[in-house]
């Protein structure tokens, strides 16, 4: 039996979304990241989420958001022009009009110096 599968199911979809979004955030936000005004947004929602101190719930919200962000497919394409990311900046900023408070100077530094660096894979703060 799997570790997975003696967890409660809402655990078990958690640990996989994370797992998603770990590994294609950086790859996706890398070749979208010069056409998104919401760059900063997007990346310190990423080291938020990924931050031990930000509350399971509040991580469970960026991750959501996130994945769908990572999504190769969503409701409206990413490929066309403009209308493209419409949908993955308003889910964005539902989860963090949802998660402000939790989202950090620290988590903006990270993001500021991240997208600075061109998106080069940081080490995660406070990662899990």
Known sequence: ?????????????????????????WAKARRVAAALPFAEDLVAAYFCAFDRETPRHVQAALIGALAYFV????????????LGFTDDAAVLATALRLVATHIRPEHRAAARQAIARGLAEPSDVGAT
């Open 1 to 25: 039996m799997s570790i997975e599968a003696s967890l409660p199911s809402g655990v078990a979809k958690f640990a996989r979304e994370k797992a998603y979004v770990r590994r294609g955030f």
């Open 71 to 82: 999504l190769p497919f969503d409701i409206i394409p990413d490929m066309m022009p403009l």
